[in-house]
């Protein structure tokens, strides 16, 4: 036996059995928390607590965000919508159809973050058509966040629970 089927058997590189795949779904949703339409939360907080020109600079990122995320989704929207749902299709049909893990893990990935896509977009026109600021900038931009960290656990919960399904399933104790 050479040094590379040691390696692959000790390492098991299927996806849910492999570290790299529950650190980038951690890096994933902790950074999907920070960054509320672009904007890190820090700065909220801070607009928030000092106001002045970190409330001035916070609405400035906030307004040309959100006019690049309704720009994007105006001019491709529906381009980016119909690739998003055949790219999701596919891996859903591939990987629990044909039960191919990396396309389940992959999905699994990217369907929940097609939602936080969805709603990013929801929030930016709310923001927009009301011409929020100050404290109803303060509560959009929060609730944002707060609903991001609800899909984001029960991401995390529902793939944790099909990994270990799959984990334990291909296992030798069967």
């Not at 058997?9 to 059995?17: G, T």
């Not at 795949?21 to 902790?30: D, G, K, N, P, T």
């Not at 720009?71 to 980016?80: E, F, K, N, P, T």
């Amino acid at each position: 036996m050479n040094w590379h089927q040691t390696v692959f058997e000790l390492i098991d590189m299927r996806s849910f059995s492999n570290l790299w795949f529950w650190i980038a779904l951690a890096v994933m949703w902790s950074s999907a928390s920070h960054w509320v339409l672009g904007v890190p939360y820090d700065m909220v907080l801070r607009a928030k607590r000092v106001g002045g020109q970190s409330e001035v600079d916070l609405e400035d990122l906030v307004r040309i965000n959100t006019n690049r995320i309704l720009y994007i989704g105006r001019v491709s929207g529906l381009w980016l919508l119909s690739f998003g749902c055949f790219v999701l299709a596919i891996l859903a049909v591939v990987g629990f159809g044909f039960g191919i893990e990396f396309a389940q893990a992959v999905f699994l990935l990217m369907f929940p973050m097609s939602l936080v896509g969805l709603m990013s977009l929801s929030t930016a026109t709310k923001i927009q058509d009301e011409e929020a600021s100050g404290a109803l900038l303060y509560k959009r931009l929060n609730r944002h966040r707060i609903f991001v960290q609800i899909i984001g656990m029960i991401s995390i919960f529902i793939t944790s629970i099909w990994g270990m399904y799959q984990n334990f399933s291909s296992s030798p104790l069967g």
